[in-house]
């Protein structure tokens, strides 16, 4: 077992235990990983300090369920963190929409224009999506989940889901080429 | 439908390497506040200082200072009135009621003029004390002096303004005892001038 592996287990064992040194050290160890997700899902950082505390807090009041066996801490800790920030969009916005579609048309756009961009100036332009669009195409595109799992995930159809999807990639065509013709 | 164009690809990759803002104390302060309310531990591990022992030593000071404060106030301010009382009475009492204090009084002034001659103690016929004017009110000062040195006579009096001719008088008739006339079983008779008979 590598070191950070055995650390990751102590700060494990502790967290079970109560400790909160124990606890402190595993939220310190996964702050950038579980900040790096919430600020996928939210509008500005402290929207995103929200969803890591509310997350944390999950964690580690459900630390017992954690079963190695099933799956990667990482993983659990991101399943967890992507639902937080899920629930913090629906707090703010409705997901279903009577606009379902069978297809998605594939947008035009340069993909050498992407590679120029930097991660702020694209998070910028998601951020402008509406919530529940900017949820979806942050799921999609991003976490890879398929329109079934988001489905399942958001509580929605898959052809909405795919219709979300769709408003997403006319959106960030329209913005994208703005921003480069 | 479901595969991710390269587009989405790059931009999911770009997502992934966001810059995190330096929130990590602030996120954590909020946690643990929430976790000690849901789930507090007993292990006295909360990972902060402990408090410093002084704290709950001047906390006990603090209360003792104020409780002895609180009873010193208590017993200063229940002890106020009745030693204002004490103070006031005696002088109600000279002022009122002790010949020798009112230089000026007219009953005192009789009362050296009676004292000269040998008069009989009461006229007979007033027994009321409400009747009985500064003359014979001068003939009881003797007695009114011995008898309102007690303590009830003393609390019987409302206030010092009230005067010499209106107040002990009637409040002290329960108490002055009437002297008695003379001997008893002695008539006039027995005291009549025989001549001696040869």
């Not at chain 1, 595109?141 to 398929?146: D, R, S, T």
């Not at chain 2, 292990?43 to 990972?47: K, L, N, S």
């Given at each position: 077992m590598l070191a950070v592996e055995t650390e990751i287990q102590d700060m494990l064992n502790g967290s079970l235990a109560n400790k909160r040194k124990a606890q402190e050290a595993l939220f310190r160890h996964f702050y950038g990983f579980a900040m790096n997700i919430a600020l996928r899902y939210s509008r500005d950082e402290m929207d995103a300090a929200d969803i890591v505390s509310h997350a944390f807090v999950k964690i580690f009041k459900s630390?017992?369920?954690?079963?190695s066996t099933k799956g990667s801490l990482h993983a659990w800790i991101k399943r967890i963190v992507v639902n937080e920030g899920l629930d913090h969009i629906k707090s703010r916005t409705r997901f279903s929409e009577n606009v379902e579609l069978e297809t998605v048309p594939e947008p035009q756009i340069n993909n050498s224009v992407i590679e120029q961009m930097g991660a702020e100036e694209i998070m910028e332009i998601v951020k402008k999506l509406p919530p529940a669009t900017h949820a979806v195409f942050v799921l999609y595109?991003?976490?890879?989940?398929?329109h079934r799992e988001i489905a399942e995930k958001i509580n929605i159809s898959e052809g909405t889901s795919k219709w979300h999807l769709s408003e997403a990639r006319k959106f960030l065509q329209e913005q994208i080429g703005t921003l480069y013709n | 439908m479901d595969e991710r164009l390269r587009y989405e690809q790059l931009i999911g990759g770009k997502l992934q390497s966001l810059p995190v803002p330096d929130m990590q104390d602030a996120i954590w302060a909020r946690i643990k506040t929430q976790l000690d309310l849901d789930i507090p531990t007993d292990?006295?591990?909360?990972?902060n200082t402990p408090p410093s022992p002084t704290a709950p030593r001047i906390i006990g000071w603090g209360l003792s200072i104020l409780i002895i404060a609180l009873v010193t106030t208590y017993f200063l301010t229940k002890n106020k009135p009745s030693a204002k009382n004490n103070s006031v009475q005696p002088t109600i009492i000279e002022q009122t009621?002790?010949?020798?204090?009112?230089?000026?009084?007219?009953p005192l002034q009789k009362q050296n003029t009676i004292d000269k001659t040998t008069a009989p103690?009461?006229?007979?016929?007033?027994?009321s004390f409400n009747d009985i004017g500064n003359d014979s009110l001068a003939q009881y000062n003797p007695v009114t002096n011995v008898e309102l040195t007690d303590d009830s006579v003393r609390t019987n009096?409302?206030?010092?303004?009230?005067t010499l001719s209106s107040l002990q008088l009637p409040d002290t008739s329960s108490i002055i005892k009437k002297k008695g006339r003379g001997m008893t079983g002695l008539s006039d008779s027995s005291y009549r001038i025989v001549p001696k008979k040869n």
């Open positions: 630390i017992h369920s954690f079963d595109a991003v976490e890879g989940y398929n | 292990d006295g591990d909360d990972g009621v002790s010949p020798n204090t009112q230089n000026n009084s007219p103690v009461s006229t007979g016929a007033n027994n009096f409302p206030s010092p303004s009230v």
